[in-house]
Every structure is written in structure tokens, then in C-alpha cells.
């Protein structure tokens, strides 16, 4: 993190609306394009996104380290996200809602390869599609996912892993 970045954290914990909202929008995009990926509904995204703005926001002052700020702002909307699916009894999205999201997501033209890809993830376990996004979606490092998900750095290294070898042999496929 940028040290501008860790003194509008500083200014954010005293309250500083202007400072939290310039962190915020700093890491808004890649919160809800996981929040998307994860929950499969533009509008569960957006109230997870906006729920984890809120929370963030109210409970900044606990960040014990600040330049772990996107971190654990990611960490939040995880859990909103868990909280979210938790509680609905929905079905999974079709397929054409789905391609509909993501093309919503980006303001440029998506390649077929992209879509692939996407769907590929979209396939994969919760806890595949997490691991995809914190790592590659947000560009969090393993010791950072390892914080997030509470898990050794080592386990989460193999399974980043094996994930990826997973997603190679279904784009080979495809």
C-alpha cells in the first residue's frame, strides 16, 4: 500500500468521509466484481458491496494495521457475501443471466476467451471460485487469502494450485 494510501487511512479512522471514500474507490471495482462472481446476482453484489462500504466504514477504527486496509475490507465483503448466500433459497442463476452480469460489469467489449474463462470460474467450488478471485480478481497475496480465510499459507498455496491446474484442463477442453 502507497504511503498516501496509509495516511488516508489514518484520516479515514478520525473520521475523514472524504479520506474512507478515496480508499473505497481505490478496490470498489474488484469488491463487486468477487461479490458478483461469488453471490451470481448483480443486485445480492451491490447490497454486499454497499453493506461492506457501511461496515467498513463503522468499524474502521478496528483495523489494527492500516496498510492491511484492502485486506480486510475484502474480508468484510466475504463474510457479507457468506451471510448472503447463508440465507436466500434461491437457484442458481441461468446460464444467459449469468453472460448478462458480466457483460453489465465491464464498460468494454468482452472476448469470447473472457466469457470462457469466466464461466469456467463461475463452475468451479465456492471455495475454488474464492481462492480465484482474492488471488487473481483482487491481486491479494497467499499471506494475505491466508488471513482472510484463516487458513495455513502452505494449504492455501496448494489448493491456488490445484485449482489452477483444474481450470487449465476445463479451458482445454473447451
Known sequence: MELVEIENVE?????????FNK???SCAKSLYITAVMILGNLH????????TAILAFNSLKSLQKNE??????????????NRILSTRNKKRQ??????????????????????????????????????ILLRFENDLSIKDISKILKSP??????????????LKKSLERE
Open 94 to 131: 441461468k446460464e444467459s443471466d449469468y453472460e448478462k452480469n458480466i457483460e453489465n460489469l465491464c464498460s468494454e467489449p468482452i472476448s469470447v476467451e473472457t466469457i470462457a474463462l469466466w464461466d469456467v470460474v463461475n463452475s468451479l467450488k465456492y471455495e475454488e471460485k474464492v481462492l
Open 11 to 19: 484520516l479515514a479512522k478520525n473520521g475523514d468521509k472524504n479520506s
Open 153 to 166: 499459507e502452505g494449504t492455501i498455496k496448494s489448493k491456488i494450485h490445484r485449482t489452477i491446474e483444474k
Open 23 to 25: 480508499l473505497y474507490q
Open 44 to 51: 445480492d453484489a451491490e447490497d454486499a458491496v454497499q453493506d
Open 68 to 81: 492491511f486496509f484492502k485486506t480486510w475490507i475484502t474480508k468484510i465483503l466475504i463474510n457479507r457475501c
